[in-house]
């Protein structure tokens, strides 16, 4: 929705007060409602799907592929597909950069070795059916979900063959849960002196700017980065905000954990 | 899944992978001490003639010429855009590796989505309406302390070098934007240090994220004193 | 009486000029200064140990200009509440423009805006007719009057030059057809019928006013929509400029009337809207 300069003073102001008054009726450190489900894509090793309120939703799909880590060392692959942009448009591009890199820097890679020669490689397929607002924050609520509903083959055959070159070989039917402790991101908005998390379409349109923080083992993380919600309204902010943010992040953090923890 | 290769002969079973000693402790500690020591720079504006404006970057470690970053960067516009009625300009940041591909593309298009950012946050875009302005640089060399190649270590330079380019091409900026870096996190101020526009952090630890937007301000500091030099001494 | 000579006289981006208000005396009497913005300078807040302070602050590397507004000294409250109270509460505002021009814009015979070369409202422009029809004449713009053109003019990453791999922000819907005659492009531009002249407007015939590769000077009634400005060319001093006779073919002609050109070496005769010369 495009919303007319008075429309975006009013809310500007509305949501720089103290404290601020989202249009939604949200507190700041307040999630709008989601939908999670996980494990319904019969061909994947893993997925999810996610709904949030104002109808934007994410898929996720995880695949594994047993490949020889001492040749490819790329352990993970996230593909990005964001209905309405282009694949190779700068917005695509930079959220599978961001996903690609706090996966690859927080995820273990000791978890997916099956020997000492073969590891799974997990394929991270996501696809962003609408989206209205950022929706780095839920893609990474719906890989989250994902890689905790993840089982791959179980393996039965020995995980030492440095001496004796095999092959791995796996169970018929046994899975094996993936154990990975995997990060999360959130956004921030910073408007006016105030810190808002998971902002709306009509929040991130007044934003004077975003943050992107990662939560990871219980504590946060990096990367830490200024993101643009919007190409008009952005301005500096002063450090105060960073720690407005941090400690928000660390409050909220473990409760929604805690949450997607309980699907 | 691959066969295994059955012809190849795999050497004795007792074979134990090669492997190096660690870096010793002294050397690794030298190597990150140089890393945030104060850089030398060099600038000259305006060379590519048929950009409205453009700046050129050397950055080089001061007790030496081993790490030089060089980087053109060129502004383009106002210039009309096509298609809805936008009342503030819109801005484009593209970048490019002249001589070797030593990044990958998502990589290097999140590091324009990021300066993007920033610069909308300095330009005066209202004053150019209907309008696009178009920045590219380009990195003609760079090669971080030992080998790596790390987006943290040119991204100041890329600031700085978008900053020089848009004041040659005199297109409106609401203050001169530079960046300092220190372990890998690289923050944006404007207003003299007041307000941060970028921050990016990928590695490292969050506990003195404080302390560390402190040590990136003092190399703003100094980045911003130096354009500043540079530019009142060919304008007086 | 106004402190500008205490002003920076070179400037660089982001560096503070002066504050909004300044207080002055002048015979007595209290008088309030008031800067404002020209090209170049923004008025911007900044947080002084919790307060904001509003200062005007230069966005471009030249030197200040300070200049006095006409009429200014206007008392600002209300006279006749004033005459009832103590005379030095009287006070009175004078107001100064204050812009960053280019050091040597001097000897270029450039005149204020430098980097800013957009048409703006109210602006003369000189423009080029590229098409015609019975309701508008469609013009590219080709510079504003009294500004420099951009080094570039126009000509960027889709021109010759420098090839920007991925294209600029024109790039996505640049394509050959919409290309201007110069190389890269311009600002697009429509003198609707009704604005070519200023009497007898619903009986303007288009064709015997324009034809396509006429130079006209125009003044910019409006931003316009997406891709066109919208232009006027109804006063005496606006109108076609130069023209050639037989569309183009033919010599260069003189406007022997406002509404009369001639071509010296033919003697044909053809009907534009001409501009006043001088």
């Given at each position: 929705m495009v919303l007319s300069v008075t429309e975006k003073a009013y809310l500007y102001e509305s949501l720089s007060a103290v404290p601020p008054l989202r249009p939604d009726g949200r507190a700041a450190h307040q999630f709008r409602p989601v939908e999670l489900f996980t494990d319904f894509l019969p061909t994947s090793n893993g997925s999810s799907k996610i709904v949030a309120s104002d109808g934007s939703e994410c898929i996720v799909s995880v695949k594994a592929k047993v490949v020889d880590h001492t040749v490819d060392n790329e352990f993970l692959v996230v593909d990005v597909d964001i209905a309405g942009h282009r694949d190779d448009s700068q917005f695509v591009l930079s959220i599978g950069s961001i996903l690609t890199k706090v996966l690859t820097q927080q995820l273990e890679q000791r978890g997916l070795q099956l020997t000492r020669k073969y590891s799974f490689k997990l394929f991270i397929d996501v696809l962003v059916l609408s989206s209205y607002s950022h929706p780095l924050s839920l893609i990474s609520f719906a890989i989250y979900a994902a890689l905790n509903s993840t089982y791959l083959p179980k393996l039965i055959s020995s995980d030492?063959?440095?001496?004796?070159?095999?092959?791995?070989?796996?169970?018929?039917?046994?899975?094996?849960?993936?154990?990975?402790?995997?990060?999360?991101?959130?956004?921030?908005?910073?408007?006016?002196?105030?810190?808002?998390?998971?902002?709306?379409?009509?929040?991130?349109?007044?934003?004077?700017?975003?943050?992107?923080v990662t939560w990871s083992n219980g504590k946060i993380g990096t990367p830490i980065m200024t993101i643009g919600l919007n190409d008009d309204n952005v301005k500096g902010f002063g450090s105060s905000h960073i720690r407005t943010t941090l400690e928000m992040i660390e409050k909220c953090a473990p409760q929604v954990v805690k949450a997607l923890d309980g699907i | 899944m691959s066969v295994s290769d059955r012809r190849r002969i795999l050497g004795p079973t007792n074979a134990r992978p090669i492997q190096f000693a660690p870096l010793n402790e002294d050397s690794k500690k030298i190597d990150t001490e140089r890393k945030n020591l104060n850089k030398s720079v060099f600038i000259e504006n305006g060379l590519v003639s048929n950009s409205n404006g453009s700046s050129y970057l050397e950055t080089r470690d001061s007790n030496g010429i081993e790490y030089p970053t060089l980087l053109l960067t060129s502004v383009y516009g106002p210039r009309p855009t096509r298609g809805s009625f936008n009342s503030k300009a819109s801005l484009t940041i593209q970048f490019k590796e002249v001589t070797a591909e030593n990044f990958p593309t998502g990589e290097l298009k999140e590091l324009c989505n990021f300066l993007t950012n920033i610069f909308n946050a300095v330009i005066n875009l209202a004053g150019y309406p209907k309008s696009g302005i178009d920045i590219f640089l380009n990195l003609i060399q760079h090669e971080g302390p030992s080998g790596e190649y790390s987006r943290e270590a040119i991204l100041p330079t890329c600031i700085n070098g978008i900053t020089l380019a848009l004041v040659d091409a005199g297109i409106e900026i609401f203050d001169m934007v530079s960046a300092g870096s220190y372990n890998g996190t690289v923050v944006s101020f404007t207003k003299n240090g007041e307000e941060i526009v970028g921050l990016w952090k990928d590695t490292g630890d969050v506990e003195d994220l404080v302390e560390t937007i402190e040590k990136c301000k003092e190399q703003y500091y100094q980045n911003r004193s130096t354009m500043i030099k540079y530019l009142m001494q060919n304008k007086k | 009486m106004d402190n500008s000579s205490k002003f920076p006289t070179h400037v660089y981006p982001g560096q503070l000029i002066c504050p909004e208000f300044e207080l002055a005396k002048k015979d007595d009497q209290d008088l309030v200064i008031k800067y404002e913005s020209g090209s170049g300078v923004s008025l911007l807040s900044y947080n002084l140990e919790g307060t904001e302070i509003k200062a005007l602050t230069a966005t471009l590397l030249g030197r200040v200009k300070v200049q006095e507004n006409d009429g200014s000294e206007i008392p600002s409250v209300s006279d006749s509440e004033e005459s009832t109270k103590d005379e030095k509460e009287s006070k009175s505002v004078k107001t100064y423009t204050v812009s960053v021009v280019d050091s040597d814009s001097e000897d270029k015979q450039v005149k204020d805006d430098f980097s800013n070369n957009l048409p703006k409202e109210g602006d003369i422009v000189l423009t080029r007719v590229t098409k015609i029809t019975s309701q508008r004449a469609t013009v590219e713009i080709l510079a504003v009057e009294n500004k420099a053109v951009p080094v570039d003019s126009g000509v960027g990453s889709n021109g010759t030059g420098v090839i920007a791999p991925g294209g600029g922000a024109g790039a996505a819907t640049f394509s050959v057809s919409q290309a201007s005659s110069d190389l890269g492009e311009t600002f697009k531009g429509v003198i609707r019928s009704q604005d070519v002249r200023a009497t007898e407007r619903d009986r303007v015939k288009l064709i015997e006013c324009f034809r396509p590769g006429d130079i006209v000077r125009a003044q910019v009634l409006s931003l316009g929509d997406g891709s066109n400005y919208s232009l006027s060319t109804a006063r005496n001093d606006l109108g076609v400029v130069f023209a050639k006779s037989c569309n183009g073919a033919g010599g260069l002609m003189y406007a022997i009337d406002w509404q009369t050109m001639v071509a010296p070496c033919t003697g044909l005769v053809e009907a534009r809207k001409c501009a006043k010369p001088f």
């Open positions: 030492d063959d440095l001496d004796v070159a095999e092959l791995p070989l796996f169970h018929d039917y046994d899975l094996e849960k993936l154990d990975v402790r995997v990060p999360l991101l959130f956004t921030v908005a910073l408007v006016g002196n105030n810190v808002l998390i998971d902002p709306a379409s009509n929040e991130s349109d007044v934003a004077n700017n975003g943050l992107v | - | -």
